[in-house]
């Protein structure tokens, strides 16, 4: 047992892997987060099971694949008895929280059909994603459906902000030259200032909330789910953080006229979606973009305030930091918008992991580039705490060793991540049921692989193409390579965890002894 | 709408396909259930989801292959949140009750986790699978085990019977010439009359049950499923069912010195086991086997005085009955005992249905060749009583049209079974760890392909080699047939229903509408 107590899990939403100073970043300022990664291992091949959030955080807080859980996408309920976080940390003596954003959403039906009472301690816990809910904040919340009285809104209303959803009509607006409310939801906008002030945006609330929580809980062991909802849109970010950057300092975008020429389909109707047709253009990038990098110096900002507050706390000699993000953004890149599809853009993540334990010592700085996926989040979560990372209903893996500068014998070769694009536009373009549209990626150290459903696979090749602008799915020369990654994800298919009910050490105790139970069939 | 009200989906146990007369059996009286053939669909190609009584029950009860439901093996407990057939057919106003064996384990754990109390109606049918459990009896019970208030040992003691567990003691047992108690467990006994007359016996004692169940539902629309235990081991059958059948009634064993000679490892293994040892020796088949046709020739005595009591009730006419088996028995052929694999005696099954509807007259007594698996049942309830066949967490299809002669548009073209055998011995001679000891079937018209983990594959050419004795899982000319086999396979298992919470319906509806709830990405 090493020194960690508590768990710090900060996520953010929609932040690319690669839009951190200390991932190579050319021009942003993250000094804090840069910090982090000087104190703990900086991963480079980590990737979400899959780039949307809801399905992807569900695959963070249950640790195992999307079809596993089985959340293909937001709001689809997850299921009433899958496992979350909290039920593998609870039993270890922490308290188990949330700030901020789950995207989780309580399967109503499968609590019916059970009789539960979700007014009961287990119930609750049950119905929030299995975290106490300091703050629950999912983070969108259009005039349309928003809620009056979420924390959100009354904080901002007790700050002075006027009107019904000040989520909208401060922080997530700007104001136009006669005073009239400019929305963030058109990216326009996203060059002005935000009408809320910096102290008072949803980074610097949630921030607080955080604090708040790790005060009140002193001496008791926690994990601490810090989920901002920035920088996802609407890319609109309070002074001075809307005019950090300007188009000068973006990096130039991913894409080529043969890219958009000739897309996979699957691609090619994604990029028939207007925010794909939006980023397309150079004036949204470089109005977008800046807007988007000066929301992550926000954060950035806010780490480096929740650092002294832990210092000043006595907690950063006993808590894992944990920094990363649900999913990426295609910012235009690939003549796309939003995420979804496996491109790095989209489907790789941030993850830096601090852990203050002296046997983290040699690995401090370090970056790590084994293929790493976000359900190895929980087995790392229970090593370090002293529990059983191999739990059977856990896909992933723990990721001490890494931590502690050590290989990791037998570390997996493939990463995987899915996709299920039923929701959105392209499945119409492709005229495809809602139980068509799916596709699985396996990333291997040189290869990415993507196998769809109803259409050709795309196949690129990291070590020559990083950029991934020249999809191999049809190249002659890869057929066999092809084929050998299409097993692969059939193996991976086949394999997943779905005895839940029962371990393999209680297997293996039970194997071969019916007879010793009486019953003795075979006998003569 | 069709006349049907009830359902009456009789189970036997282990019953192979091919031990009934109207099933081709050279040798056997079943002229009761050979008469249910006559008024209603023989179905030839019937298979169970995995050759062994629980994972296999648990797919007719959820209508979901085994991996899907993650059951694998008898004892593990079903998931809290798997529906069975009560969530189904109760809403369509049926009461839904058993009579008999289930092997359903409740998910305690699972239970625990959510706060649930099983005290509570939802709770209990939870913890019943579904089922009102009018008599539950998963029917083994050895002496170090047995409840001497099972209701079954109860009824026997009021009959007369002594003793703490008269269902071993009486109805499993025969006597001795010094009347010493001759357990049923050992085979050798099995030529003998059990010690419990056929009016007590279980079979009969489970009729009588079912009977009072129909009787007190009255015009009260039900499902009931009549599950008997025979003619599952302990191979014991009352006077005069133990001697019905001589050595001489017996077809011939399926098996070959060539196949006993150079076994698949995985069958192999398999032959090790005691049960496949002892019915390797001809003694064994022939002590067996009569007694074996005999309890199958008690049940259809029994079925008969069931279909009886129907008609006195006014029944027959608003009833849907069906008669299978959860999975065959080796009975030696092959070299083995018992089942799990997925030769013919194992993994097919008996299936007959029974439509009083008038539409079904045109196919009264006509056979179907088309590939079946136990989870079309639920399908075909629903279908039948008016509810939705296609609901988000079946993996079936109603079999309806086949009742009705008509044929079935797209229909499946390959039917899937199931292994696990982490809990065998099998396992350990083959030195796998529990997570390495699976197998998948495909059969479709022509070909039989069974894929192991960690082995080689079998293939079986079923037009010109029905007995499989032919394995071409090696065979060079078949490789690419094979392959594309493993093909299917692995679609199969990457499109399983793992997406339980929502249906393509809601998802069709709500496709592509982010921009009428309010959120408006990729806006300008």
């Known amino acids: 047992m090493g020194s960690v107590r508590n768990i710090l899990f900060v996520m953010c939403d929609q932040l690319r892997a690669d839009t951190l100073g200390c991932m190579g970043h050319p021009t942003i300022k993250t000094p804090y987060i840069d910090a982090l990664a ?46 979350t976080m909290g039920d593998y940390l609870r039993p270890l003596g922490l308290r188990v ?3 901020g ?24 816990l049950a119905a929030e994603c299995g975290f106490e809910g300091w703050e629950r904040d999912d983070g969108l919340h259009p005039d349309q459906a928003a809620r009056r009285d979420l924390a959100y809104n009354v904080y901002l209303r007790a700050q002075g902000y006027e009107g019904d959803n000040p989520w909208h009509s401060a922080a997530n607006s700007a104001a136009g030259p006669n005073g009239e409310v400019l929305s963030g939801w058109e990216m326009r906008h996203a060059n002005l200032p935000a009408r ?39 890319y609109m970010a309070p002074a001075p953080y809307h005019a950090l950057y300007q188009a000068a300092d973006l990096p130039p975008a991913n894409r080529s006229d043969a890219e958009r020429a000739a897309p996979h389909p699957v691609v090619g109707a994604f990029m028939q979606h207007d925010e794909s047709q939006a980023f397309a253009r150079d004036e949204v990038r470089e109005r977008v973009l800046p807007t988007y990098m000066g929301l992550v110096t926000e954060i950035d900002d806010h780490i480096g305030r929740l650092m002294r507050f832990l210092e000043q706390q006595g907690r950063l000699g006993d808590t894992l930091l944990v920094f990363t993000s649900d999913h990426g953004d295609y910012l235009g890149d690939h003549w796309l918008g939003e995420k979804e599809l496996f491109h790095e853009e989209s489907a790789r993540i941030p993850l830096i992991i601090v852990d203050p334990d ?26 370090v705490l002293g529990g059983n990372p191999e739990h059977q209903r856990l896909e992933g893996r723990s990721l001490l060793p890494f931590l502690h500068g050590a290989s990791a014998a037998g570390w997996r ?7 299920d694009y039923a929701w959105r536009r392209a499945r119409l373009i492709l005229e495809r049921t809602p139980s068509e549209a799916r596709a699985v990626m396996i990333r291997t150290a040189r290869w990415k692989y993507v196998s769809y459903d109803g259409f050709p696979p795309q196949l690129f090749d990291l070590e020559a193409d990083l950029l991934e602008q020249q999809d191999l799915g049809q190249a002659p020369e890869h057929a066999s390579l092809r084929a050998e990654l299409e097993a692969r994800i059939a193996d991976w298919a086949r394999h997943r965890k779905l005895r839940l009910t029962m371990s393999d050490d209680i297997i293996a105790r039970r194997t071969d002894t019916a007879r010793q139970r009486g019953i003795l069939f075979g006998q003569w």
């Open 97 to 99: 929280g949330l700030v």
């Open 196 to 234: 809320v002030d910096k102290a008072h945006s949803e980074t610097a609330y949630m921030t607080d909330r955080a604090m708040a929580m790790i005060a009140a809980l002193g001496d008791t062991p926690w994990l601490l789910h810090l989920s901002y909802i920035k920088p996802h849109w609407p």
């Open 413 to 419: 070769d493939a990463a995987f991540s899915e996709l």
């Open 101 to 124: 954003k789950t995207h989780f959403a309580m399967d109503r039906e499968g609590f019916a059909r059970l009789g539960l009472d979700h007014q009961t301690p287990a119930g609750k």
């Open 358 to 383: 002296p046997a983290a010592d040699s690995a401090r700085g370090s970056e790590c580039d084994a293929l790493v996926e976000s359900l190895d989040l929980i087995p790392t979560f229970l090593e």
């Open 38 to 83: 000087r104190r703990g291992v900086r991963f480079t091949r980590a990737y979400c099971q899959a780039p949307v959030c809801g399905p992807s955080r569900m695959s963070f807080y249950t640790g195992r694949y999307m079809t596993s859980h089985g959340a293909h996408y937001n709001d689809v309920p997850l299921r009433a008895d899958e496992w």
